[in-house]
């Protein structure tokens, strides 16, 4: 299998066998993502894709989940990602599912008879990036979609049948709109209820436009106690049925794991504890994107 750039993965895709269908994010004007700066968006060449994947099944023969790259990859034509699934179904005889990133107009953009048939050739899981559910925060950090959009993909792809992962950036909204970034975040997914959510936790990283604004005392990053405090407000507000809640990522500086709602108030006695006891914390050094 050959890569170009910079591949990264949801955490839960880390067994999967990654293959690489575009180079970089078709939006890539994010000021907070580092990932895909340098690269140029453009679609593999399928002949390549073919090759990755007869290489693949002769390699491991036996994978049951395949994990479609880079940033957004359901951005392509859903006749191009049909025949890759296809190929996909044909070459692995225990593939159980695909999983792929995307934007909420690379889903809102499709119909749901296109969505349909991609869920039917094995396509099982979207991943996708809220971030926040504050549209002025949105269009601060430039996200493409607004909160609203974002709701509306994700009960698009729930209504065709394919699993629904959520990302909220905790700390995106800075210190002083730290409560209404969690508050309205939690009032976004509440209206998604998707099968599952993660929080992840801001790292200003160097060379991007956000960094920049730190840089220049525009943007101030909540400080740990201030990153507990909205992870709490953020779960407290969430009124969510039989949703995994995950905040596994190691850009986080508490692991937490439950059903919302149905272990809510076990999650906010953990942050109640962690925030009088920094050893159940992650230390600074062992953090990462």
């Given at each position: 299998?050959?890569?170009?750039?910079?591949?990264?993965?949801p955490?839960?895709e880390?067994?999967?066998?990654?293959l690489?269908?575009?180079?970089?994010?078709?939006?890539?004007a994010?000021?907070?993502c580092?990932?895909?700066?340098?690269?140029?968006?453009?679609?593999?060449?399928?002949?390549?894709i073919?090759?990755?994947i007869?290489?693949?099944?002769?390699?491991?023969?036996?994978?049951?989940?395949?994990?479609?790259?880079?940033?957004n990859?359901l951005?392509?034509?859903?006749?191009?990602?049909?025949?890759?699934l296809?190929?996909?179904?044909?070459?692995?005889?225990?593939?159980?599912?695909?999983?792929?990133?995307?934007?909420g107009?690379?889903?809102?953009?499709?119909?749901?008879?296109e969505?349909?048939?991609l869920?039917e050739?094995?396509?099982?899981?979207?991943?996708?990036?809220?971030?926040?559910?504050?549209?002025d925060?949105?269009?601060?950090v430039?996200?493409?979609?607004?909160?609203?959009?974002?709701?509306?993909?994700?009960?698009?792809?729930?209504?065709?049948?394919i699993?629904?992962?959520?990302?909220?950036?905790?700390?995106?909204g800075?210190?002083?709109?730290?409560?209404r970034h969690a508050?309205?975040?939690?009032?976004?997914?509440?209206?998604?209820?998707?099968?599952?959510?993660?929080?992840?936790t801001?790292?200003?990283?160097?060379?991007?436009?956000?960094?920049?604004?730190?840089?220049?005392?525009e943007?101030?990053?909540?400080?740990?106690?201030?990153m507990?405090?909205?992870?709490?407000?953020?779960?407290?507000?969430c009124?969510?049925?039989?949703?995994?809640?995950r905040?596994n990522?190691?850009?986080?500086?508490?692991p937490?794991?439950?059903?919302?709602?149905?272990?809510?108030?076990?999650?906010?006695?953990?942050?109640?504890?962690?925030?009088?006891?920094?050893e159940m914390?992650?230390?600074?050094?062992?953090?990462?994107?």
């Amino acid at each position: 299998m050959r890569y170009r750039g910079v591949i990264i993965r949801p955490p839960s895709e880390a067994e999967s066998y990654i293959l690489q269908v575009t180079y970089g994010c078709s939006h890539n004007a994010c000021t907070f993502c580092p990932t895909y700066k340098g690269t140029h968006f453009q679609p593999r060449p399928l002949r390549e894709i073919e090759e990755d994947i007869r290489m693949a099944a002769r390699m491991m023969p036996r994978t049951r989940r395949v994990f479609l790259a880079d940033g957004n990859a359901l951005c392509l034509p859903a006749e191009s990602l049909m025949y890759i699934l296809g190929l996909l179904k044909e070459s692995f005889p225990y593939l159980e599912r695909i999983g792929i990133y995307a934007n909420g107009r690379d889903i809102n953009d499709k119909s749901e008879k296109e969505l349909r048939s991609l869920a039917e050739l094995g396509m099982g899981i979207v991943y996708l990036g809220l971030e926040s559910g504050d549209d002025d925060v949105l269009r601060r950090v430039r996200k493409l979609d607004s909160s609203e959009e974002m709701v509306r993909a994700v009960l698009k792809a729930k209504r065709c049948g394919i699993l629904t992962s959520v990302i909220v950036l905790l700390g995106l909204g800075g210190r002083e709109g730290s409560l209404r970034h969690a508050e309205l975040s939690a009032r976004a997914v509440s209206m998604m209820n998707p099968h599952y959510l993660s929080a992840l936790t801001l790292m200003l990283v160097p060379g991007t436009p956000l960094y920049r604004q730190w840089e220049r005392g525009e943007f101030h990053l909540p400080d740990t106690e201030g990153m507990l405090r909205e992870l709490r407000h953020f779960i407290a507000c969430c009124q969510l049925e039989n949703c995994v809640f995950r905040t596994n990522h190691a850009s986080n500086y508490l692991p937490l794991r439950g059903v919302l709602s149905r272990d809510r108030d076990r999650l906010l006695e953990i942050i109640d504890e962690a925030s009088h006891r920094p050893e159940m914390l992650r230390p600074e050094y062992m953090r990462g994107l």
